[in-house]
């Protein structure tokens, strides 16, 4: 159990690194509520009864991850403010709903459970590692969790694939262009089309070396994480090598 | 330019009879692929953007090659990059080359490849230790260390003949003599020259190779330093790379002839060394045609001339070719004039010969 000591709110003269915290927060926040929407949403086109009840329950679970973040946010003393509605992720979610209006479920999947889920996946491992003290640990513990949500949805997607290669390709590569455009954007090293929308103050990316990240690493390690799903469900390198040369810098 | 990924779709799986793997050569040669990849409405990336996105990359094939024989014969396979830094080739960061080695023989054995050449670093790495490589049952893995030995020495012979030197009179200096290219060249120029110099770091493993070229009767000077020698050598072949190139071409006898067959190769011709004559060795072409798609064409094998690739990468596509799947090089030294002459022969049977001289400055031509 934890002592009083340690269960009373930092405040940022603690922790002098906390606005970066609340910043980096944000973004996890705001992707897990998105996602929380996107499940919900899926489970609206689903028509296998069974399959409906999965995606709430995975609507549930993302909910609960923004609110473990926003109390780890609490924790180090910072309040963490959400945006569903910033730029880069208004315009995945709209490409999201776009797929649910077609009832297009594969194409909801390779939204969420490939490319969100690449970036959620790895930044979070790479937050975990040099997040302090029980925000670490946060950021691990859901890290974890979304790898059973990917594994998951790749048994699907690759029955998928291996049934319709090139009708598959096709679909990821429409969604490559929408969705990984817009996160490879989110994580340049500057925002060159100005202001996220989600970070508190100016943008975060510049002070994320005081916490030994950097946009590039979150990037580099997002994009391969990426990659390596795309190699498991099948596609060729060159292709998806290609894709990714191509993304905004 | 058209962009060369446009016409790339993802689609069912081709034919793959062989694999190259390799590695950028340097960041320019990385960043010229890249720029390639993105397409003519793409600005090209900037050095900074390339060296923090490279090292993210896992092995993955860049492209697929198509080689023709000069026969019916006709091989398809992939180029596969193990994306290793280029700044990361050293000793320090062997066990995470090794990681990314494997990665791409993992990646070269998924895609169905039969015959797999370990290019540039790929080979010093694995260095006949294949039990390091995945396993697959239908994938054999060459260094092709033994044509690139082939085209080393023919070249050397070539250029000597050109130049109307006698091979019989001339002091031969082999920097890198102990690897598993430079002991080949050794093996099969000693007996030609009047006296072989052999420089490396190692100098048991110098000792023991002086030992055998001196029980067949050759002249052997052996030295751990350009400045151990008693004469300044007129054939050099630098089978290793040098820190300093100008050490070197300053040891050595002002109007020498020097095979640059180190990777990657960092000799260059420069006003000091206006007399000496340098190429790059161990490289051929393939006459009956490379392809690649997406069409990397002069930029993955950025040489003068067309159709111009590594020996190493193209002892597996030679094998392919004649249907011989099999480890023909397996590294440690094991190359003998015997095993250069039949993979020459293999090669030439494809239209695979030495390729046009040529080094950093563009094509050699007479002096």
Known sequence: MESLMEMKPLTECDFPTAPIWQDVLAQAVTGELVAAMNYAALAGICDDPQEAEEAWEHAAIERAHAAAFTAAGRKIGVDVVSNADGKHWKRVREAFMRCVAEHDVIGCLIVQEIMLESFALASYSRVAIVAPGSLGKVFGAIAADEQEHADHAMCILKAERDASPQVFDDKLHRLHLEVMTTLAAMLTKECKDGHCEVCQSSCVKPSLFEVNLSAALLRGASLQQYMKMLDALGLPGEVTLAWIAQLPV | ?367
Request: glycine share 10%; net charge negative.
């Open chain 2, 1 to 367: 330019m058209d962009c060369p990924v446009a016409r790339i779709a993802p689609s069912a799986a081709p034919q793959v009879d062989f694999a190259l793997v390799g590695h950028p050569e340097s960041w320019s040669a990385a960043a010229e692929v890249f720029s390639a990849l993105r397409g003519p409405e793409h600005t090209p990336l900037p050095d900074d953007e390339i060296r923090d996105i490279l090292p993210w990359i896992p092995p993955r094939a860049v492209c697929r090659v198509a080689a023709k024989s000069i026969g019916d014969a006709e091989a398809h396979g992939l180029y596969i990059d193990s994306f290793i830094s280029p700044d990361r080739l050293d000793a320090a960061c062997v066990r995470e080359n090794l990681t990314r080695v494997r990665a791409a023989a993992a990646y070269a054995i998924k895609a169905g490849a039969k015959m797999v050449s370990l290019g540039g670093f790929s080979s010093i790495l694995i260095e006949g230790n294949f039990d390091q490589l995945p396993p697959g049952h239908r994938t054999v893995f060459t260094t092709g260390n033994t044509l690139t030995v082939a085209f080393i020495v023919q070249g050397l012979e070539k250029m000597c003949a050109q130049q109307g030197r006698n091979l019989r009179q001339s002091t031969l200096l082999v920097v890198g003599a102990t690897g598993d290219v430079g002991s080949g060249c050794v093996r099969c120029l000693a007996g030609k020259v009047r006296r072989v110099q052999l420089i490396a770091r190692n100098v048991e493993r110098l000792r023991r190779l002086a030992v055998e070229l001196e029980s067949e009767g050759i002249d052997v000077e052996i030295g751990t330093d350009l400045g151990d020698f008693s004469e300044k050598a007129g054939l050099v072949i630098c089978a290793a790379s040098l820190t300093s190139s100008s050490l070197l071409l300053s040891s050595i006898a002002p109007d020498a002839i020097v095979c640059d067959a180190g990777y990657p190769k960092n000799l260059s011709p420069d006003a000091t060394t206006s007399r000496a004559t340098i190429f790059f060795g161990g490289l051929g072409q393939i006459t009956g045609g490379l392809t690649f798609d997406p069409d990397l064409r002069g930029i993955l094998n950025h040489h003068p001339f067309p159709d111009v690739a590594h020996g190493c990468l193209l002892e597996g596509i030679a094998l392919t070719l004649e249907g011989r799947f099999e480890s023909f090089s397996r590294g440690r030294g094991a190359i003998t004039p015997k095993l250069v002459e039949e993979i020459e022969m293999i090669a030439a049977r494809h239209g695979i010969y030495l390729a046009p001289f040529f080094n950093g400055a563009g094509p050699v031509t007479l002096q």
